[in-house]
């Protein structure tokens, strides 16, 4: 075994020592230029798929390499059991892939660490474990593939998929990755056997291969679904690209203006007011409110969901949020020296969220930000270096913007839509306190338009709930007018139902092929994430159809299943689980009992050639 | 014997007597005006850009030894700082470019002080070196210009504030800047400061600070300990002059009277008045200084006449030269060792006219004659004073009793009781309009396109005494002080000026709020309104102002809602809000039935757009005949837009002349057809008929 491990380090050394090198020089040269440790999401995604795709390439070239079946048989030709053979193999590969992937990362970290003032916190040093969980993930995905049958053996690229779409941040995100290296560990060493193509028997074997088949057969529905898509949008009927959207639905609100929107919004109110906000409202510019925050940050996240750091251009310092201080960090940007830490208030205090810096407010000198984190806006000062609290939202909501409109401040969070008199921001540096809330009516995940006009007697609000209408996460599109009087009462005046613009069958698509792997796929997505309050939405309910049709679907594959098994070579135990596996999961199920089962004459023919090969190996 | 009847017959005729005599002598002044405006030559028809004419020049000023003048010159978009020697001789610049908009000299004459929106900057101009920028202004810290620090041969003084935070309470202080920058803290308040007085030896003598709605002066002793000297309590006005005579200070206030004089603080307390206008009439509109020493020297009084006095007799030997010289006219005085700056204004003069006085030989010599600058920022010319329109003061009495101020502007050689007639009402409402004032042009654009033009002072204005401003007793619905605006109107009527048929109002921002007023609750009179940013409920506006950063632009130091109380506006009494919103043009849309022309600016912090939209909007729902035009960069006064102006003009002409029957506008050229074009979201009538339409909505 330990010739195995080390024929197969010096197989790669020159390819490993050569990704070595590349790997710390691109990373040493962007080091010079930026702080890798602060990028955007994106920089880490296209990191984190450089390694994965690595990895894939390793496993197939790999795997590859001894798949033809004398240099197969060659390879499992040996005094060991065909699991620690794999083990050799894949403890060669993942030890290379540890030094090409993870130690030139380990390395930039030191470096950061070491030798500059940059922000370094427990969370960058987990970089390298992470770059060394994706790029190992790819390789024994790739290895998969590369041992089973062509039809079912990329199956295995669908736990990266899994690994990729999840939420989970932090450590958390690890603990996916490693879940997931684990379970293509397991399908690695069920598949490493003599007969490639011989199906599973044991019944672990035949989840671990079987389910991720499923969900790729699952997967494959999606695409094909999101394939007729495209052609529907190159045809022309597709309600996001026709000229005219249709009529009263939630695409049609989403093209209007904002000032169409309130008309439209208005056209349906019964208030007595509505003709006279009508009158305003043509005349006046509709206010459009923002989000500065698209995802809020957590703390411990190993990337960076919004710009951790900003300039103070007349001091020369970067400020940088640190995750382990909850504190920002400074240094010179001219020079890099450290420009020490910096908390709430004259205590210094850390802060109670990671920090997101947006412009400074209204009459507040050119070089000041504000810093938005949690449910608190901060005032960076920038004459003073010092950071002073503006605005506390309740505890538990996430302030996600702020627009100026008019002479005051809107401020808008997960939940509520708040009004401050715009005086207050210049006079002091007290808490503000504000004049009006507006309650959301519904679901921040689902709100798509915010706008607002100023009435002498308060303001006009409309909040249009469409973002996820296309789907079953959100809810039935509707657009609701509210009236914020000036003593802070809330009116609402006009609810507009709007009409979905898909039919129920598109809507649902990724349920109905089967609820059991899109609740999988929820769970697998959602697995140690912290819920995103930016994606709450309220779903409409299903409709009765819907579920029919995947009553149905479900019961043709248990039908189907019924006939599939007595023309598979399948224990009555087996042929049962499958007939009840299909019937719970449906029609992916029935494909993966058709992919991984062939016809019992193959199967039959195939078993005999295998013993025979099998007896025939100890000579 | 007298029955009872006839006693008070008589009684009575002895209280109205004076009355009627008044009245009979105001008549009678203004009928002998008004024949002197009729005997002259018909001025021919200016173009609508020639009103529209800036000054090239602007921030002149004198040196302390008199013999050099500085001043910014601004040529194609550009400003730059020169220097003019009094003695003759060619301008020199010193800067070729600079956002500068107001210049001191330094006590010793050898710094030329900038003051921008954001910084002070100093320049050398004695050969000396070391120009730079010395102090921020603005800002967090609210920076601000307060004088030239007379007691120190170069240095200013600033006011400062230092926020509030979480741990500490807003504070204040004098700060004393030198002309490298350095800066000596001379006073930290927890009160707001606002003014201060040196002695000669440049210690802060006298220092005043906002107490709570009252503006205190106090003496500093040696020690730095502070002893009250003065309480200007209940809105009385008091401002220290910047250097103590004999360690008693100067003070501008109204204490101890109505009218704003020229006090002097005896050491036990007591204040004497140095010099009061002597028709008894107006406040005191400025003082000029002694440059050594910082003596008053000359006062000013801009009440109906505008009147310059020499506080001694150098000054009156002078003053009698320059009043022979310019007779009528506005002086602007900066007196130097060798020369005195002596600046001209005058309600026919465009711009300011500028010269040099020599007070040895008496000599006068123009300078900075450098023509205006045209709409297309290319020099232009100021329109001729021969045929320019006169302000006429003219004094009314209102229903009350009360006496009452304006002013009257007839076309040269025209039959007054044949013309239209517009009631022009200023902004504010605490604000005037001055003798001897050409102002924005737009009187004068108005009539030279014949119409009379009245600029009443109502009650409420300022610069005739505190009584004046304070009798308005918050009554600014339809009530008094839009009656003293009516009965002004009808009193010039009554005296033969304009045809009663042919009124119209306009005004901007109280004085559109007065135009709303005057079109809803006086159609009978008023036949047209043009109102330029209007709140159309003047109760709810001054609230919106109150949350806003405007409020304490307004009120300047004491807090905005006490300054309304003590103006007898108290935001927090129901019922006098109720009241004024019950009678504001907001709640009686419906009466509207004249047509109006409304303007708006998107960047206007003191009237609220959303106000004006939602009027403009009620009016619409009502079917109303009103045209609403937005400018969505301009602010309160308008905007810097050259073509902004030009739009205001050419549409109140054209409403004015649709309903009044003055001369019809210049169709606008395609630069202000385009404007209109983007500006208008609503076209009533008037401006349908010319074509004027808004763009409709993408």
Known sequence: ?619 | MLSLPRCLLILCAAFALPAAAVRADAAAALHAAVATERARPVAPRFPRDAFLVRPAISGVTLSPDGRRVAYLHEQNGHRSLWLLPADGGEPRRLLGETDAQQLEWSHDGRWLLLQSPRQLFAVAVAGQGGSGAIAALGGREQGKWVMVDPSQPAAVLLRERVPATLDSPERWRFVRVDMQGRRTLLHEDAHRLVDAAFDRSGRLAYLQRVEGTALVIHRVDAQGRMHEAVRCAHLRRCSLLPMTGAGRPWLRSDLGGDLQRLLRLAADGTLATVHVDPRGEADLDALVLDPADGTPRIASYRGTVASSYGLDAHAQRQLGILRARFPGRCLELALGASHWLVGELGSSLQGERWHLFDPRTGQLRDILEQPPKGNDGKPAQWLPEAAMGRQLPVAWRAADGMRLHGFLWLPPGRDPRTLPLVALVHGGPWNGVQAEEFGSGIAQFLVNRGYAVFEPNFRGSTGYGRRYTLAAQGDFGNGRVQQDIVEGVRWLLGQGVGDARRVGIVGASFGGYSTLLGVTFQPELFKVGVAMVPPPDFAWDMRWIARSGEALQLSRYIPFKDWLRLLSLDLDDPVAMGRLHAQSPLAHAARMNRPLLLFAGGEDHRVAIRGVLGYAARLTLLGKDVNLLVDAEAGHHGSIQPVAREAQYYLTALMLHRHLGGAAPTPPGPALRDYLRHSLRIAGSDLHAVGLEPTPEP
Not at chain 1, 367 to 383: C, E, K, Q, T
Request: charge should be positive; glycine fraction near 8%.
């Open chain 1, 1 to 619: 075994m330990r010739d195995l491990v080390k024929a197969e380090l010096l197989r790669f050394r020159g390819w490993a020592l050569g990704a070595f090198a590349a790997h710390l020089l691109v990373l040493a040269f962007l080091a010079r230029v930026v702080d890798l440790a602060q990028q955007p999401l994106l920089v880490y995604r296209v990191f984190g798929s450089i390694y994965v795709l690595a990895g894939v390439l390793l496993g197939l070239y790999q795997m590859g390499s001894y798949r033809r079946p004398n240099v197969w048989l060659n390879l499992l030709h040996r005094p060991l059991a065909p699991w620690r053979i794999a083990t050799s193999l894949l403890g060669a590969g993942l030890a290379w892939l540890a030094v090409a992937a993870a130690l030139p990362v380990l390395l930039a970290a030191a470096y950061q660490s070491g030798l500059t003032a940059r922000v370094v916190d427990d969370r960058h040093w987990l970089l390298p474990l992470a770059a060394w969980l994706l790029a190992a993930g790819g390789y024994l995905a790739g290895a998969c593939c590369m041992l089973g049958t062509r039809k079912r053996s990329a199956a295995a690229l669908v736990l990266l998929v899994a690994v990729a779409l999840n939420q989970a941040s932090g450590v958390w995100a690890l603990l996916v990755q490693a879940l997931a290296l684990a379970w293509l560990v397991a399908m690695l060493i069920v598949s490493f056997k003599p007969d490639l193509s011989a199906p599973p028997r044991a019944p672990l074997a035949t989840v671990l291969l079987a389910l991720p088949l499923q969900m790729a057969v699952y997967l494959m529905i999606l695409l094909l679904q999101f394939g007729g898509q495209m052609l529907w949008i190159m045809q022309g009927s597709h309600p996001n690209n026709t000229e005219t959207p249709p009529r009263g639905g939630a695409n049609e609100t989403e093209r209007m203006s904002p000032k169409q929107r309130m008309l439209a919004g208005l056209a349906v109110s019964r208030a007595a007011q509505a003709p006279l906000w009508r009158e305003q409202v043509a005349l006046s510019d509709v206010a459009g409110i923002g989000l500065d925050l698209h995802a809020v940050p957590v703390r411990g996240a190993l990337t960076n969901a919004a710009p951790t750091d900003f300039d103070d251009a007349g001091r020369g310092v970067r400020w940088t949020f640190s995750h382990d201080r909850m504190r920002l960090a400074g240094y010179r940007i001219v020079g890099g020296r450290a420009a020490g830490t910096l908390g709430v208030g004259a205590a210094n205090a850390a802060f109670p969220a990671p920090t997101v810096a947006i412009g400074g407010l209204p009459g507040q000198p050119k070089g000041d930000r504000s810093l938005i984190a949690g449910n608190m806006l901060y005032h960076y000062v920038s004459d003073s270096a010092r950071v002073l609290p503006r605005i506390r939202l309740p505890a538990g909501e996430w302030l996600l913007g702020v627009t100026p409109v008019g002479e005051n401040l809107a401020v808008l969070s997960d939940r509520a839509l708040y009004f401050f008199d715009g005086r207050d921001v210049v006079l002091g540096e007290a808490l503000l306190a504000p004049r009006q809330r507006m309650p959301i009516p519904g679901a921040a995940g689902d709100l798509r338009d915010l706008d607002l006009i100023e009435l002498v007697d308060g303001y006009l609000v409309s909040a249009s709930f469409t973002s996820y209408a296309y789907m079953m996460d959100g809810a039935a599109p509707y657009q609701a007018l509210s009236w914020v009087h000036d003593d802070g009462q809330v009116t609402t005046v006009a609810r507009r139902a709007l009409v979905f613009d898909y039919p129920a069958w598109f809507r649902y698509q990724a349920w109905w092929p089967s609820p059991a792997l899109y609740a999988l796929r929820q769970g697998a997505l959602g697995l140690f994430a912290v819920p995103d309050p930016l994606q709450a939405t309220h779903p409409a309910p299903m409709p009765r159809g819907i579920k029919l049709l995947a009553a149905g679907l479900m019961l043709v594959s248990l039908l189907a299943a019924l006939w599939l098994v007595r023309r598979r070579a399948l224990s009555m135990p087996a042929r049962m689980g499958w007939v009840l596996a299909c019937g719970a999961i449906g029609l992916p199920a029935l494909a993966s009992l058709w992919l991984l089962y062939p016809a019992c004459e193959l199967a039959g023919r195939r078993a005999e050639g295998q013993s025979a090969l099998a007896s025939a190996a100890p000579l």
